[in-house]
Structure formats: C-alpha cells, structure tokens
C-alpha cells in the first residue's frame, strides 16, 4: 500500500524504515521517553498516562515499548537522586542548567547506573538526543557530564552522596526518596533510621506491583477470571492477578471486574463485614469509582443501595463509568463532601476515602514522591478532618464510617482521628484489625498496611461507629 504522505516507504524517518533498523527504533524509544519526562517535570503530567500516550502514539510495541515505558519509570523514581548525582559530577547546581537538558542528563544517568545498556550507547544516543531536541550548543555538556557519571557505579555514588548526610538523609539517598518521605515512615513505624529494616520499608517503593483486579461479587467470580487467563492468589478473597493489559479482559471493560489494589479491596470489605444497622451506604469521596464499584455490589448482595459522591465532575463521571455493570445502580452525585447535598444521620455505612498526598502508592506512581511537598499536608489535613465530620453526621446512629487514606503519615492518618475524637463524643472507635483477617497489619485499633509486608498500597482505614 502507498503512503499517503506519498514519501517512500523505506524513506529514513519513515515507520517502515524505524520497523526494519534497530537503530533507529532505539532513537524512536529514547525520544519518547525524553518527550514524557519533559511533560512528566514541566506540565505536571502523570508517568503512566503519559508515558502510555507517548508510547503508543509513537506505535511502540513489545521490547520497544517495554524499555521506553522502563527509562520513563526508572527516571521518574530517580530524578532528585540523579540530579544531586548530576551535580556532584558537574560541580554545579542543576538550578544553572536549562530544564530541557536536566531532564535529559537524568535520562542518560538513569540508563548509565541503573541498566545494561553499555555506557557507551548510553552516552552516545544520549548526545545524538541533545542535538535533536534541544541543539548542538549543549551536546559538549551532555557528553563531558555523563563521561563523569559513568566513572562509577550507581552504589559508589549513592556512597559518595550519603556520606555526607544524617542518617534520614542516608536513607533518603539510598533508596531514592525525599528526605520528608523517610522521616514520615520512620515516625510511622517507629523505627530508628539506622535500622535497616527502614530501608526495606522504602524499597518496596521502587518495585511496580503487577495489575491486580478485582472481581465484583455478584457479577463475576475469581474463578470466571482464572478462566480468562488471570491467576488467583494474594491477600484480598476477590483478588486475580493480571499480565498484560487488562483493558484486553471484556469483565473488565464491561465493569464486572476493574483493576485495583488489593489494599483497596480490603478497605472496602471491612465496611461491608462490621455489623451496621440496614440502611443506604454512602461513599463520600468516590473519583475515580474504585471502592465505588466495589461497596455497590456488596451493598447490591444485601439488598441496599449506594450513593457515590465526588466534588469534581469529570471525576464524577469516571464514577459513573465505573459502576455501570451494577444493578440497581448505584446513585452518582457530584457534591462537596463538606457540604453535603443530603439529609443528615441517614446512611448505614460510610467510607471517607479522603484526598491525600498518596505516599501509600508511591510504588505505582513513579514521580510521585518527587511532586509532593510536606507543605501539602498544611490544606490536606484541615479537608481531610472536614470530610471526615461530614462522614460522621451522614451516618445514623449505630452506623458504622470507615476512615481511609492511601497514605501512612501521621498527619493524615491518626491525628486526624485523634483530633475528631477530641471534638466530638458521638463516636467510638471500632478495633479495624479483626475486619481485615487477611492481613497482621492492626496498627493499634486502626488497620496500617505496608508494600513491603503486605503486598499491598499503604493504606489506612480507621472504623469509627456513631453513638
Ligand atoms: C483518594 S480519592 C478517592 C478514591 C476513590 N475512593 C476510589 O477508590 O476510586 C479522593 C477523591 O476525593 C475527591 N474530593 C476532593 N475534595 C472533595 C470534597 N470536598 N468533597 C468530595 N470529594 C472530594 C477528589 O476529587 C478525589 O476524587
């Protein structure tokens, strides 16, 4: 068939020519990848969103598409270690340089110290990447730069690095974290930072968990998905894991299964097994419709309802998508959960599933951990603390609210508790631990699940029943 563009097929730059020439298919990768973390820095943009985009606009397949979606996510969990890397390799503070080519040394360091490919392809297509995208001004400092990194090992830098820090700072740069971040988790856990089980805590971060899906009690079983190819097994009853794409899955398109955390699943079987008065279930916080699904088909099982509301509505209509195979379907609001556009005191069961910093999926979301600031807490806590009042009043009395953030730092977590019980003497806390048989992870009377221990997101979940 002719190309419409009327350019010949084996044409350089042409797709055909890309297909057949190794070479330039590795340009096409690294672009690609270079393209994504330029989005992923500048414009906010999410890794897995873009990085999908990219990558298939880009009509990247198989290996290609594996090592593109790699140097993207690799990068992403790296970049404030590659840079204090790029800096002490460089003498120089990375503020100095042009963003375009910090994102760039960033990918080369990252293919340099944390892959196979040879340092000399490394630095070369890295070069070549330079003059492409940005200009032939910066190709001397690419290469003088990453001459440098390359003279050692991503261990004898992270040595190099960590000797001058404190022990949280050591641990920061070893496992490729902000120093925030570790000094949350060594609270949370009450570990010292010179233990080393700290630093396997933070491990579990740079591991990208295989897709998990959820079976949707009452339209498929777990069974039905080991039929389709997916494998049973982990700590969730209605858990499958899943190789590839799950958008393949028609249960999964359809809406009788959906890809989620097992942590998440837990969560939401513990609201539907603690004993609550019958009654209308509510999910104040429902984008983008997950846990949504979920409690609308176990509520569906009992014979209630569920309404699930969200403040946003491209969010709302995600929810909407989400619960489309549930019958009778669930209510879709778009509401301000603080402001709530229903009566008071008359839901059975409600999950607050707060807005948070995310800390606890960091390992899905590679650039995460670098986006975040503690400052972020200072507006999280006071909404999180609001939603959570206005969980507390949509419930009757006997009712049961399930507290939940993907998140383990204290601030969202137990003090955020701790501060609704000093207000209010409505409620007692329910010891969550025995809800969640799955798992040890009884945090107190709360329920902390970890990456490391659990195999699951780190969330929280604190019951609460309104007297
Ligand atoms: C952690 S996410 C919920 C995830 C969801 N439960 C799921 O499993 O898919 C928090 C959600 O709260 C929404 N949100 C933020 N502020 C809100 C408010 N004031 N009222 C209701 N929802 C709000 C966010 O838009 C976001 O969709």
Same mark, same amino acid.
């Given at each position: 068939?002719?190309?419409?563009?009327?350019?010949?097929?084996?044409?350089?730059?042409?797709?055909?020519?890309?297909?057949?020439?190794?070479?330039?298919?590795?340009?096409?990768?690294?672009?690609?990848?270079?393209?994504? *973390?330029?989005?992923?820095?500048?414009?906010?943009? =999410?890794?897995?969103?873009?990085?999908?985009?990219?990558?298939?606009?880009?009509?990247?397949?198989?290996?290609?598409?594996?090592?593109?979606?790699?140097?993207?996510?690799?990068?992403?969990?790296?970049?404030?270690? =590659?840079?204090?890397?790029?800096?002490?390799?460089?003498?120089?503070? %990375?503020?100095?340089?042009?963003?375009? $080519?910090?994102?760039?040394?960033?990918?080369? %360091?990252?293919?340099?110290?944390?892959?196979?490919?040879?340092?000399?392809?490394?630095?070369?297509?890295?070069?070549?990447?330079?003059?492409?995208?940005? &200009?032939?001004?910066?190709?001397?400092?690419?290469?003088?730069?990453?001459?440098?990194?390359?003279?050692?090992?991503?261990?004898?830098?992270?040595?190099?690095?960590?000797?001058?820090?404190?022990?949280?700072?050591?641990?920061?740069?070893?496992?490729?974290?902000?120093?925030?971040?570790?000094?949350?988790?060594?609270?949370?856990?009450?570990?010292?930072?010179?233990?080393?089980?700290? #630093?396997?805590?933070?491990?579990?971060?740079?591991?990208?968990?295989?897709?998990?899906?959820?079976?949707?009690?009452?339209?498929?079983?777990?069974?039905?998905?080991?039929?389709?190819?997916?494998?049973?097994?982990?700590?969730?009853?209605?858990?499958?894991?899943?190789?590839?794409?799950?958008?393949?899955?028609?249960?999964?398109?359809?809406?009788?299964?959906?890809? #989620?955390?097992?942590?998440? #699943?837990?969560?939401?079987?513990?609201?539907?097994?603690?004993?609550?008065?019958?009654?209308?279930?509510?999910?104040?916080?429902?984008?983008?419709?997950?846990?949504?699904?979920?409690?609308?088909?176990?509520?569906?099982?009992?014979?209630?309802?569920?309404?699930?509301?969200?403040?946003?509505?491209?969010?709302?209509?995600?929810?909407?998508?989400?619960?489309?195979?549930?019958?009778?379907?669930?209510?879709?609001?778009?509401?301000?959960?603080?402001?709530?556009?229903?009566?008071?005191?008359?839901?059975?069961?409600?999950?607050?599933?707060?807005?948070?910093?995310?800390?606890?999926? *960091?390992?899905?979301?590679?650039?995460?951990?670098?986006?975040? #600031?503690?400052?972020?807490?200072?507006?999280?806590?006071?909404?999180?603390?609001?939603?959570?009042?206005?969980?507390?009043?949509?419930?009757?009395?006997? &009712?049961?609210?399930? =507290? $939940?953030?993907?998140?383990?730092?204290?601030?969202?977590?137990?003090?955020?508790?701790?501060?609704?019980?000093?207000?209010?003497?409505?409620?007692?806390?329910?010891?969550?631990?025995?809800?969640?048989?799955?798992?040890?992870?009884?945090?107190?009377?709360? $329920?902390?699940?970890?990456?490391?221990?659990?195999? %699951?997101?780190?969330?929280?979940?604190?019951?609460?029943?309104?007297?």
């Amino acid at each position: 068939m002719s190309d419409p563009t009327g350019a010949r097929e084996d044409q350089p730059g042409s797709d055909r020519s890309r297909e057949r020439n190794p070479h330039l298919r590795r340009d096409a990768v690294r672009s690609v990848a270079f393209r994504a *973390l330029t989005e992923v820095t500048g414009n906010g943009a =999410y890794a897995n969103i873009v990085g999908g985009q990219l990558i298939s606009q880009a009509g990247l397949e198989g290996r290609d598409a594996a090592l593109a979606t790699e140097l993207i996510n690799g990068t992403c969990r790296g970049l404030g270690t =590659y840079e204090r890397i790029i800096e002490a390799a460089s003498g120089r503070s %990375t503020d100095s340089l042009e963003a375009d $080519v910090v994102d760039l040394l960033c990918l080369g %360091t990252h293919q340099l110290l944390a892959t196979r490919i040879p340092a000399h392809a490394a630095i070369s297509t890295s070069v070549d990447l330079a003059r492409q995208q940005i &200009g032939a001004r910066v190709t001397g400092l690419v290469n003088a730069v990453l001459r440098k990194v390359s003279q050692r090992t991503l261990e004898q830098w992270l040595d190099r690095l960590a000797a001058d820090q404190d022990p949280i700072g050591a641990v920061a740069v070893r496992t490729l974290h902000p120093e925030w971040i570790v000094a949350a988790c060594a609270d949370r856990l009450g570990l010292d930072p010179s233990d080393p089980a700290l #630093q396997t805590v933070l491990e579990a971060n740079n591991i990208a968990p295989e897709p998990t899906l959820v079976a949707r009690p009452g339209l498929i079983t777990v069974d039905d998905l080991v039929a389709e190819g997916a494998e049973s097994g982990g700590p969730s009853p209605l858990q499958a894991m899943w190789r590839g794409n799950p958008g393949r899955l028609a249960a999964v398109r359809d809406g009788r299964a959906g890809v #989620q955390d097992p942590g998440s #699943q837990l969560v939401a079987l513990a609201l539907e097994r603690i004993d609550a008065p019958q009654g209308p279930w509510l999910d104040l916080c429902a984008g983008p419709g997950g846990k949504a699904a979920l409690l609308g088909a176990l509520a569906a099982e009992r014979g209630e309802r569920l309404v699930a509301s969200e403040r946003t509505m491209h969010r709302a209509d995600l929810v909407t998508s989400a619960v489309k195979a549930i019958r009778p379907r669930p209510a879709v609001v778009c509401a301000d959960g603080t402001q709530p556009a229903w009566r008071s005191g008359q839901f059975a069961r409600v999950l607050a599933d707060v807005p948070c910093t995310g800390l606890g999926a *960091l390992r899905r979301r590679p650039e995460s951990r670098w986006r975040h #600031q503690p400052e972020d807490l200072d507006d999280l806590a006071p909404l999180q603390r609001s939603l959570l009042a206005s969980a507390i009043d949509s419930c009757m009395f006997g &009712g049961v609210v399930a =507290y $939940v953030t993907c998140s383990p730092h204290r601030a969202e977590t137990i003090a955020v508790i701790d501060q609704i019980l000093q207000q209010r003497d409505d409620v007692t806390v329910i010891p969550a631990g025995p809800l969640v048989p799955e798992l040890d992870a009884a945090d107190g009377d709360f $329920v902390q699940m970890w990456p490391h221990r659990d195999g %699951t997101d780190a969330m929280f979940l604190a019951l609460l029943r309104r007297n």
